[in-house]
């Protein structure tokens, strides 16, 4: 499994840190992830397209939390840069939307990471 436990952008010891071995806990979180991810997703996306910088804002800061406690920090490095850009009220639109397609590249692939660990952290 150590070999999923990182990449270019996951790194979940802090989460293995927190389990303190408990596999319900992880597998909890990952399950969380799952679920509430996408809708974060798509709640960014939404305002993105809208035009409605401080619910972008908003959701951008609800979601960079989560990428960080599952040590996605180039993802949450971005949001978080799109959360600043937002909240200005002003921000350089083509420059946002290329950092969210990239920050949604990433927690897709990602996502596929998780679901396997889910499944080998079951399995054990």
Do not use: R
């Amino acid at each position: 499994m150590s070999e999923i436990l990182s990449g270019p952008d996951l790194d979940l010891s802090l989460l293995y840190e927190i389990a303190d071995g408990s596999s319900e806990f992880m597998v909890d979180s990952i399950d969380m992830f799952l679920q509430q991810t996408p809708e974060s997703l798509t709640q960014v996306s939404e305002a993105l397209d809208a035009q409605d910088w401080p619910t972008a804002g908003a959701a951008a800061h609800k979601l960079k939390s989560t990428l960080g406690f599952f040590g996605m920090l180039v993802s949450q490095a971005l949001i978080q840069q799109i959360e600043l850009s937002c909240k200005s009220g002003n921000p350089d639109v083509p420059e946002v939307l290329a950092k969210f397609s990239q920050v949604s590249e990433n927690i897709a692939e990602n996502t596929d990471k998780l679901i396997k660990i889910k499944a080998e952290t079951l399995a054990s």
